[in-house]
């Protein structure tokens, strides 16, 4: 899922970045599947995958797993359009509410920039 975000900004040196953020998801946890098998299988998410994500992600991941689209939506210091409304998508179908959001979106940005200065 988080892949798909790569997908959704033309800028190959910003998609670059995100694969590199993602590899190290990847290998921090411990996904045997290649980046590349993936990348594939991102192709083939549809409407329902979100329905199975939410069901699939317990309650108590769906906070890191947004904050983490959100980074990987960021990386490239500010997402486009499409990857908002993507990560707008997967936080609603994963229930988390506006003021969690922000919360969430202040980590994020925290995460991104290294520091707290001015949050």
Do not use: H
């Amino acid at each position: 899922m988080l892949l798909t975000i790569v997908r959704l900004d033309p800028d190959w040196e910003m998609a670059v970045n995100r694969m590199v953020f993602i590899q190290w998801l990847q290998i921090q946890s411990e996904i045997d599947w290649s980046l590349e098998d993936l990348y594939k299988d991102c192709f083939e998410i549809d409407r329902q995958s979100y329905y199975e994500l939410a069901s699939e992600i317990p309650s108590e991941y769906r906070e890191y797993f947004i904050v983490d689209a959100m980074i990987i939506g960021n990386i490239a210091r500010m997402a486009n359009l499409e990857i908002y409304g993507y990560i707008a998508d997967l936080v609603t179908i994963l229930g988390i509410d506006s003021e969690k959001l922000k919360s969430l979106a202040v980590i994020s940005r925290i995460a991104l920039s290294q520091t707290i200065t001015g949050m």
